[in-house]
């Protein structure tokens, strides 16, 4: 399976790349993982409602390149966008979600995590699942590398292989 971790903003901590680095590699038995970073906008102070809204649609454009027009069961790929809002899975759902995909016949995963302003609704809307680590707010860069980790916890999972509880 080919899986896209598609996000705003550019990871400027060592420490991050070198987390998403490792999980890349252990990732690398199993699937083709791929981060693809666009670029965000600069968010003033105090924006309004009106900037705000601007500063989404400038990202969802950039983000929308990466996203096949038709997505979902019936075709090869899915869109899995990361909110607040979305379902709270276990790793264990996780991880038969992703393998139901496969057996429907989805080749393609694409996850999507916003800047620090969210995602655009014209983003959230194309999404195939809506999920949600948590209510509280994480640093979108600090996201990708509990995605990464998440990921490779579901596909320990579905091979049967140990990994930590």
Do not use: W
Not at 48 to 62: G, H, P, Y
Not at 63 to 71: A, F, Q, R
Not at 132 to 155: A, G, N
């Amino acid at each position: 399976m080919k899986i896209d971790i598609l996000c705003v903003g550019k990871i400027k901590e060592k420490f991050y790349r070198e987390a998403l680095a490792e999980y890349s590699k252990r990732l690398s038995r199993y699937c083709t993982l791929n981060i693809i970073e666009v670029a965000d906008e600069k968010t003033p102070d105090n924006a309004s409602e009106t900037v705000v809204e601007q500063i989404l649609a400038k990202e969802a454009e950039r983000l929308s390149k990466y996203i096949p027009e038709s997505t979902g069961v019936g075709t090869d790929t899915y869109v899995i966008t990361l909110e607040i809002k979305g379902k709270r899975l276990t790793s264990e759902a996780l991880a038969s979600h992703i393998e139901s995909l496969g057996i429907d016949g989805i080749s393609h995963l694409i996850f999507i995590i916003g800047g620090s302003l969210g995602l655009h609704n014209s983003i959230t809307s194309r999404s195939n699942f809506k999920l949600s680590f948590s209510d509280m707010t994480f640093p979108h860069q600090l996201m990708r590398v509990i995605l990464s980790e998440q990921i490779y916890r579901s596909y320990r999972i579905i091979n049967n292989e140990p990994y930590h509880k």
